[in-house]
């Protein structure tokens, strides 16, 4: 077998950690939501999640000034509003009304779920010390809502460029995890 070297400007697609997520917040009477792809699990109980937020994206000052928000889960179906979000500032418009998305009171925080999405996660920020440096957040889950009537969601996940793999068939394999 012959390899060839690979751009490192590439190698995130290889690596994609998850699903693309919808990441909603609100400060001073303006919610927002921004697509993000760069996130991990970082714990099961209580639920941490390490994410990435671009210094230079409208979300990052709200995220860093009220340590809230809410992750939202799309399906392929909302493949349109994600990639929207992904490409428009929220500086001068509301994304909500532009990509037909409906905010949803959460119970824990500020920032609205996003009806349309499948999984809604409500999260506190926990750990700012890798923010200077990295613009890297961990977020604890402090509620997860979940819709019923989604048995087998189909999400996006970014490979970089313009370029999307979908969720497909999924297989149980013999574990001795629970």
């Not at 993000?36 to 390490?50: A, D, I, N, Q, R």
């Not at 979300?59 to 000034?65: E, R, T």
């Not at 999405?117 to 990295?134: I, P």
Request: net charge positive; charged share 20%.
């Amino acid at each position: 077998m012959v390899k060839r070297t690979y751009p490192l400007a590439k190698v995130y697609g290889l690596l994609e950690p998850g699903p693309v997520l919808l990441l909603t917040t609100a400060h001073k009477g303006h919610a927002n939501v921004m697509a993000m792809s760069w996130h991990t699990m970082m714990e099961f109980e209580p639920p941490l999640v390490g994410c990435v937020v671009s210094s230079r994206d409208f979300s990052f000052a709200a995220l860093q000034a009220t340590r809230e928000c809410v992750l939202n889960i799309p399906t392929v179906e909302l493949q349109a509003a994600v990639v929207g979000c992904g490409n428009t500032s929220g500086v001068r418009i509301d994304k909500f009304q532009r990509f037909g998305l409906t905010p949803v009171p959460a119970a824990l925080v500020a920032a609205p779920l996003i009806a349309e999405c499948y999984a809604n996660l409500e999260c506190r920020v926990v750990d700012t010390r890798l923010v200077n440096r990295y613009n890297f957040f961990v977020l604890e889950v402090q509620k997860a809502w979940l819709d019923p009537a989604c048995k087998d969601p189909r999400t996006l996940h970014h490979r970089g460029r313009g370029y999307f793999m979908i969720a497909g068939e999924t297989v149980k394999l013999t574990s001795k995890a629970k």
